[in-house]
C-alpha cells in the first residue's frame, strides 16, 4: 500500500505540489489524471526518490520513504516506467531487460529475471536480440514496462503508458495493465486518457495545478465528461 501524505514539492523558486495527499491500497489501480504541466510526471519522480519533496511523507507498506533515493524507494518495492517509453534504442531487448535488474549483482538472477519476463510477454521473446529502437511504440512500451519489473515491485507507477498509442495498441496496454493486477501489483497510473483511466482503475484522482482537484470512484469518470472538461481543460 502507498500513502502520500500532504506531499509539498518545489522546483526551484516554484512551488509544483501542494498539500497532495492519496492513497493506493495494495492490489488496486489507482488513476492520476491532469491536463500537461498539472504535476504529474513530478509527483511520481518525487514518490521515486528523484525529486525531494520539501515536507510531506510517502508511505509504502508503513515505512516512510521521503528522502530516500532511487535505490532506497527500489529496495522498498516501489518501481516507475518512466514517461515517454525511454528505453535504450541501441540496446537490444534483452540488454533493456538486464539494465532493469542493475542493482542485482547475481547475474544468475538476472537471467532467471530476463527468462520470467521473457515468458510474460511472448512478444518481447521473439524479438530478444533485436535492438529495442527497431520495435514499434507500442512494443517499446511494453518493454519499459517489463524492465521496471525487473527490479521485482509489489507497486508500479506508470507515466501515461496509453500516450502515443494508436487506439488498437491502447486496447492491449489496457490488457496489460489488467494483468499486472491479476498478478497481484498495486498501481499508481498516470494518464491522460480519461477512457483508460476509466477502463482499469477503482478510484481517480485529477491533478490540477499541482493540487488535487477532485477525486471520484473511477466508473463515474466518464459519466460525468463536463466534470472531466472543466479539470482536464478540453
Ligand atoms: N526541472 C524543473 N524546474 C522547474 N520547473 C519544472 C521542472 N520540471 C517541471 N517543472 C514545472 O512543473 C510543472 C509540472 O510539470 P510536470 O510534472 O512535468 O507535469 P505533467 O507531467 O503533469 O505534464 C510544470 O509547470 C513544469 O513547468
Ligand atoms: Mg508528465
Known sequence: MLEVSHLNVWRGATEVLRDVSFQVPKN???????????????????????????????RIDGKEAAGLDPAGVLALRMAQVPQGREVFASMTVRENLELGAALLRDSRRVRELVSQMLDRFPMLAERSKE????????????????????????????????AGLAPVVVDHMIETILDLKAQGLTILLVEQNVGVA?????????????????????????????????????
Open 28 to 58: 488496486t489501480i489507482v488513476a492520476l489524471l491532469g491536463g500537461n504541466g498539472s504535476g504529474k510526471s513530478t509527483l511520481l519522480h518525487s514518490l521515486s526518490g528523484l525529486i525531494r519533496p520539501k515536507s510531506g511523507s510517502i
Open 131 to 162: 535492438r529495442a529502437g527497431m520495435l514499434s511504440g507500442g512494443q517499446q512500451q511494453q518493454l519499459a514496462i517489463a524492465r521496471a519489473l525487473m527490479a521485482q515491485p509489489d507497486i508500479l507507477m506508470m507515466d501515461e503508458p496509453s
Open 198 to 234: 476509466a477502463a482499469v482503475a477503482s478510484y481517480a484522482h485529477v491533478l490540477q495545478g499541482g493540487c488535487i482537484g477532485f477525486s471520484s470512484p473511477a466508473e463515474g469518470l466518464l459519466d460525468n465528461p463536463e466534470l472531466v472538461s472543466s479539470y482536464l481543460g478540453r
